[in-house]
């Protein structure tokens, strides 16, 4: 069994080697899972929720400040797994980098249960929609009252719903 010291180890390595690879992207959301295999291979399992910019959503809402940033209906979710070899003869070290890919993918709408309040709460202020940037750019809150006073349909006001919280609108100021 891995110890929180190794455990830590593991995990920069992985981060350092994920990040290499996604250069566009804002993770929200991300839980990791790592299992030591047997006493020379560990198994990582990370669970992302995140924004690519290397792709097209379909927008929400955007931000009337900040251009590039936007509430998209879904998000992305990925699941990778990394499969490590490591030794501990002298001192616990990776030795080699046995395999890695990406086991399942999903948009995901944004009021999937499988989207925590902690995600949502996330997008939000990454994308500059929080009730603290609103206050120092108040045409982000206008747009917002704006948005959320008019009717759209179903799905749309379910999205609304969902989102009302992590944006500071309150159900009296939408009827």
Do not use: A, H
Request: proline share 3%; hydrophobic share 35%; charged share 35%.
């Amino acid at each position: 069994m891995l110890t929180k010291f190794e455990e830590e180890i593991v995990s920069k390595y992985v981060d350092e080697y994920i990040d290499g690879l996604r250069m566009d992207v804002v993770i929200l959301d991300r839980s990791r899972v790592i299992t030591e295999d047997s006493d020379l291979r560990i198994t990582i399992i990370d669970k992302d929720f995140l924004i690519d910019y290397s792709r097209e959503y379909e927008i929400f809402i955007r931000n009337p400040v900040e251009e590039n940033l936007f509430i998209p209906i879904e998000i992305s979710y990925y699941e990778t797994q990394i499969v490590l070899e490591f030794d501990r003869k002298d001192g616990f070290k990776i030795t080699n980098f046995l395999n890695d890919g990406v086991v399942d993918s999903d948009d995901v709408p944004i009021d999937d249960p499988r989207v925590t309040d902690n995600c949502l709460s996330n997008l939000v202020c990454c994308m500059c929609f929080d009730v603290r940037y609103q206050k120092l750019y108040p045409e982000v809150k206008t747009l917002i009252d704006k948005f959320f006073s008019t009717s759209d349909s179903n799905d749309f006001e379910k999205l609304k719903t969902r989102l009302r919280p992590f944006l500071g609108v309150n159900e009296s100021k939408t009827s």
